[in-house]
């Protein structure tokens, strides 16, 4: 997989999100623009998006290892959290990848939250990502499947 040729550029993204430790029900929209750091190696990605509860930004760093099909990265949201997850990178024969992100433990409301991201790479103008969220050790439960459309008017 190369993340080279398929991040880099500016992102559009919906997501009907449930009621849960991160905020109120709702959707929330915006726009995620991924920058080369260091090709092949360091990424950055950055989310302005608009929801129930109002504006709020992401930044994440991202470092991949291509040969060990392996990602982390440093996710800082400026609700007032931040958390680094670990993921590994599948592919079939036909060219569609998946990313598996499983965060680590962080408090965020008083209360311990970890995030899974099962992210399906099937085209090179979309992505889907399936959230699941546990809270205080519980089970994790679906938070959304947003879908990430790639804008190719975007400079």
């Given at each position: ?13 919906e997501w009907?999100?449930?009621?849960g430790?991160?905020?109120e029900?709702?959707?929330v ?7 080369v750091?260091?090709a092949?190696k ?11 509860g ?28 931040s958390?680094l ?23 965020y ?11 399906r ?33 975007a400079?």
């Amino acid at each position: 997989f190369s993340f080279d040729d398929y991040f880099p550029g500016t992102w559009t993204f919906e997501w009907d999100m449930p009621e849960g430790p991160l905020g109120e029900s709702g959707r929330v929209t915006g726009t995620t623009v991924y920058k080369v750091v260091e090709a092949g190696k360091f990424y950055q990605a950055d989310t302005d998006a608009t929801g129930p509860g109002g504006a709020f930004k992401v930044h994440e760093l991202i470092a991949y290892n291509k040969d060990g099909k392996a990602l982390s990265r440093h996710v800082t949201d400026s609700r007032g959290f931040s958390h680094l997850q670990l993921a590994t990178v599948g592919g079939d024969l036909g060219g569609i990848y998946n990313i598996f992100f499983e965060s680590s433990p962080f408090t965020y409301n008083g209360s311990t939250i970890r995030i899974k991201h099962a992210l399906r790479l099937l085209s090179p103008f979309n992505y889907k990502v399936a959230t699941s969220v546990s809270v205080n050790g519980g089970p994790f439960r679906n938070y959304g499947n947003p879908w990430w459309r790639k804008d190719t008017t975007a400079k």
